[in-house]
């Protein structure tokens, strides 16, 4: 897996790379996806390079936080979008492809914008139980 420092975003963060920016603050940067899925696909990434969601410090991700809905209003006023999705990938599994934390704003007009492919089963009373209480005793 490639280190976090050699990613095409820290490269850009670097300024070695050239970004259409859209936003940027002492913690985030937010700048267009080169291969857009809809006009206005907006990629917003934490300062801190780590690779994943889980791996972001409290301040970085509070900064993250703070400003993705502004980021969000600013999409859909610009592209005149009424929907969008907000992705976030971790891991090849999970189609990650770029090893530096992001959120993709994407706006959905007409059949452009994220496709989904939605398979959901069932959660039982136990393993709702279960999986709650392991959950809740893992957090730190
Ligand atoms: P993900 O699959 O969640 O890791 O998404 C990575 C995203 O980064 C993809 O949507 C790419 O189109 C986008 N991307 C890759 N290189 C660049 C770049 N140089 N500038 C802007 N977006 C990029």
């Avoid at 972001?56 to 979008?81: E, F, Q, Y």
Wanted: charged share 20%.
């Amino acid at each position: 897996m490639a280190k976090p420092s050699a990613t095409i975003f820290a490269r850009i963060l670097d300024g070695e790379l050239p970004c259409h920016r859209v936003y940027e603050d002492d913690h985030v940067l937010a700048f267009l996806d080169v291969f857009p899925l809809s006009d206005g696909h907006t990629l917003v990434i934490p300062k801190e390079r780590v690779a994943f969601l889980h791996q972001l410090s409290d301040t970085a991700a509070a900064a993250v936080g703070r400003c993705l809905p502004r980021i969000a209003r600013a999409v859909m006023k610009a592209t005149g979008a009424e929907a969008y999705n907000v992705l976030q990938n971790n891991g090849s599994a999970a189609h990650q492809a770029v090893f530096h934390v992001h959120f993709h704003i994407i706006p959905k007009v007409g059949d452009r914008g994220l496709g989904l492919s939605w398979h959901p089963s069932s959660l039982t009373q136990d393993r709702g139980a279960d999986l709650a209480q392991a959950i809740a005793d893992a957090i730190d």
